[in-house]
T-cell receptor, first 114, second 116 residues
Framework: GENVEQHPSTLSVQEGDSAVIKCTYS??????FPWYKQELGKRPQLIID?????GEKKDQRIAVTLNKTAKHFSLHITETQPEDSAVYFC?????????????FGTGTRLLVSP | DTGVSQDPRHKITKRGQNVTFRCDPI?????LYWYRQTLGQGPEFLTY????????KSRLLSDRFSAERPKGSFSTLEIQRTEQGDSAMYLC??????????????FGSGTRLTVV
């Protein structure tokens, strides 16, 4: 089955710096890669996603890149703000199986200091 | 309908007791998922329903676990004879799906189970 690895486990940056979180996946059949933000005690919330037919996607300060050959994808946050502090999870899934089972990474705790 | 609702938010139980959690998905969503999240880890898939049919179960779902979605609306997850290792956040998610297409995949806020 699919296995997703995520690095780093913690990331501390100064406000205004960029943050990069990296994930690798094992199943070449995976074709959908969402990123979730989870604040303490709250639900995971989708912040951006990418499908395997696209190499990069941007949404304001957030971008995701995908390298299908190397089977890795990354989340880039620019101009970080204290409210970006949270745990971020990457996930991998197949969209052709009739349902969407997400396999998550172990998470990255991002701390943005003012 | 503002999202996926889960009840209770917190549950403390003694080892060996049975517990039941409820999930109310977004009303038009036909697909419902249960995940388990332990401290410091990402959510792990447990089971999936399309309407009332339970179509996939993870190996994580031992015989002590059972899930139902009797009318294709709300779902329940029951754990019998709870063990300390069952302590975790149990998350429900729902989506509207046809074939390989899913819309609006949304998580609930979860039920945090503590087994003492």
């Amino acid at each position: 089955g699919e296995n997703v690895e995520q690095h780093p486990s913690t990331l501390s940056v100064q406000e205004g710096d960029s943050a990069v979180i990296k994930c690798t996946y094992s199943d070449s059949a995976s074709n959908y890669f969402p990123w979730y933000k989870q604040e303490l005690g709250k639900r995971p919330q989708l912040i951006i996603d990418i499908r395997s037919n696209v190499g990069e996607k941007k949404d304001q300060r957030i971008a995701v890149t995908l390298n299908k050959t190397a089977k890795h994808f990354s989340l880039h946050i620019t101009e970080t703000q204290p409210e970006d502090s949270a745990v971020y999870f990457c996930a991998a899934s197949r969209l052709d199986t009739g349902f969407q089972k997400l396999v998550f990474g172990t998470g990255t705790r991002l701390l943005v200091s003012p | 309908d503002t999202g996926v609702s889960q009840d209770p938010r917190h549950k403390i139980t003694k080892r060996g007791q049975n517990v039941t959690f409820r999930c109310d998905p977004i009303s038009e969503h036909n697909r419902l998922y249960w995940y388990r999240q332990t401290l410091g880890q990402g959510p792990e898939f447990l089971t999936y329903f399309q309407n009332e049919a339970q179509l996939e179960k993870s190996r994580l779902l031992s015989d002590r676990f059972s899930a139902e979605r009797p009318k294709g609306s709300f779902s329940t997850l029951e754990i019998q004879r709870t063990e300390q290792g069952d302590s975790a956040m149990y998350l429900c998610a729902s989506s509207l799906g046809t074939g390989g297409i899913n819309y609006g995949y949304t998580f609930g806020s979860g039920t945090r189970l503590t087994v003492v």
